[in-house]
């Protein structure tokens, strides 16, 4: 049944160019490990799957959310109920590869499995290709964010 949800959420989706489908370890000993990633992240962020398989999702984010994002997973799993987590929605912006952040809207499934564990599968649809933010540690702009993505 897992795998309906995926394929059916992936029928929708595949349409769109401006979608991926990246699969993450929920397991504690490989907690955010990209497991897959679909061709589509070349388009939305500039990496090829192979370049993002086996590395933790932190890589696609801002440093001020990257050195954090573990321990929030660890936390989010820790406390976990099966009724909490139907599907998970919000925006995000995600680093691409020449380091502009990326406005997209995010959705999340917990795929449990006996043989795999926990994997965690996030939709990631760009708002507008043409809208990224340049991305600097030392100099961040959040006003930037702020206003121009709150609506």
């Not at 890589?59 to 990257?66: K, N």
């Not at 994997?119 to 930037?144: A, M, Q, T, W």
Request: proline letters at 4%; hydrophobic letters at 35%; charged letters at 20%.
């Amino acid at each position: 049944m897992n795998k309906n949800i995926i394929d059916g959420e992936y029928a929708r989706i595949q349409e769109n160019n401006n979608t991926c489908v990246i699969t993450c370890s929920g397991n504690p000993n490989t907690l955010g490990k990209v497991l897959s990633a679909s061709a589509e992240l070349k388009e939305v962020l500039q990496y090829a799957n192979t370049e993002l398989v086996g590395h933790n999702i932190s890589m696609v984010m801002p440093s001020i959310i990257a050195n954090l994002h573990d321990s929030f997973m660890k936390s989010y799993f820790e406390n976990l109920t099966l009724e909490e987590h139907e599907r998970k929605k919000g925006e995000i912006f995600p680093l691409n590869k020449l380091g502009y952040l990326i406005p997209c809207l995010n959705t999340l499934k917990i795929i449990p499995s006996l043989n795999e564990g926990l994997k965690i599968v996030g939709f990631l649809r760009s708002k507008d290709v043409n809208s990224s933010i340049p991305y600097d540690d030392e100099h961040i702009d959040l006003s930037k964010l702020v206003l121009k993505f709150s609506h």
